[in-house]
C-alpha cells in the first residue's frame, strides 16, 4: 500500500550514489508493477517466496557491493537528506554503525520522535533501545553477523545486541533519518515479548532475571494497550 512512497524516498534522496536493491516475497498483490515502474532507479529486484522478513533481509545483503548498507521495509520513507547524513558520518567517524531518530506515525497527524537509548550497564540484560530502520551498517560486520531467522519479529534487535556486545563503533546521530509506520509485523502482540525472552536466553541472562524482565515487557504492553484503546474511546466521545 504505501511502497510507492518508500521507494520515491530513494528517488528523491540528496546522496545519488544509491545502490538500491528490493527483495519481494513472491507478491501477486500488484506490488510487481509498482517495482516496474521504478526500474530506473533500482539496481537489482527479486521476487520470490522466502522465510520471513529477516531471511529477505538476509539476501538482500548478501546482494549488495556498496560499503554500508541500509534496510528499508515498504511502509517506511527516508527524510530526503538521510543517506547523504550518513555517508558523510562514516567519512568522519571511526565507525562501524551509524544511527539515529525515528519518526513512529500511529496515523497521518499522531506521530512521536525516538531517539535510541543505549546505557552498557543494561545492554548485558538486552535492555536498549536502538531504531533499526535508522541503522546503517558496514558491509563487512555482515560477514560475521547475520539476521537470526529462528526470531520472526524482533530479530533486528538481536542483530544490534550482538554488535553492542562484541564492541561494534556506533556513532549516533541527533537528526531524524526514518519515517516509520506503526503497524507492521512488530506490533504483534506478545510475539515480541516471547522472542526477547529467548534471545536474552541466548545472551546468557540468568533464568530469574529473565523472567522478571518478561513480565514487565508483558504488563508494560497490556498497559500501553489499555492507554491506546482509552484514547480511541475518549476520542470517539469527543467526536
Not at 536493491?21 to 539496481?43: H, N, P
Not at 535492555?127 to 553477523?145: C, G, L, M, Q, S
Amino acid at each position: 500500500r504505501h511502497l510507492k512512497c518508500a521507494i520515491e524516498s530513494i528517488v528523491s534522496q540528496t546522496y545519488k550514489n544509491i545502490e538500491y536493491i528490493i527483495i519481494d516475497g513472491g507478491s501477486t498483490d500488484g506490488t510487481l508493477e509498482i517495482i516496474k515502474q521504478y526500474e530506473f532507479a533500482v539496481k537489482r529486484w527479486i521476487s520470490e517466496p522466502d522465510d520471513g522478513i529477516y531471511d529477505a533481509m538476509n539476501k538482500g545483503v548478501r546482494m549488495a557491493a556498496g560499503s554500508i548498507i541500509g534496510i528499508l521495509n515498504s511502509d517506511d520513507w527516508y527524510e530526503p537528506d538521510a543517506i547523504e547524513l550518513v555517508v558523510a558520518a562514516f567519512l568522519d567517524q571511526t565507525c562501524d554503525v551509524v544511527s539515529g531518530d525515528m519518526i513512529i506515525w500511529q496515523n497521518s497527524s499522531e506521530c512521536v520522535r525516538v531517539k535510541p537509548e543505549v546505557s552498557l550497564p543494561l545492554v548485558k540484560f538486552g535492555i536498549f533501545k536502538i531504531n533499526h530502520p535508522a541503522t546503517f551498517v558496514r558491509r563487512e560486520i555482515y560477514r560475521d553477523y547475520s539476521f537470526d531467522v529462528r526470531y520472526p519479529t524482533t530479530a533486528d534487535l538481536k542483530f544490534l545486541l550482538q554488535l553492542i556486545l562484541a564492541n561494534k563503533k556506533f556513532f549516533y546521530m541527533d537528526k531524524v533519518l526514518v519515517n516509520f509506520r506503526a503497524g507492521g509485523a512488530s506490533s504483534v502482540f506478545m510475539a515480541p515479548i516471547i522472542q526477547m525472552f529467548w534471545i536474552r536466553k541466548d545472551i546468557g541472562v540468568g533464568k530469574t532475571i529473565n523472567i522478571l524482565l518478561f513480565t514487565f515487557d508483558l504488563v508494560h504492553k497490556f498497559l500501553a494497550v489499555l492507554k491506546a484503546l482509552f484514547r480511541r474511546l475518549l476520542n470517539s466521545f469527543v467526536a
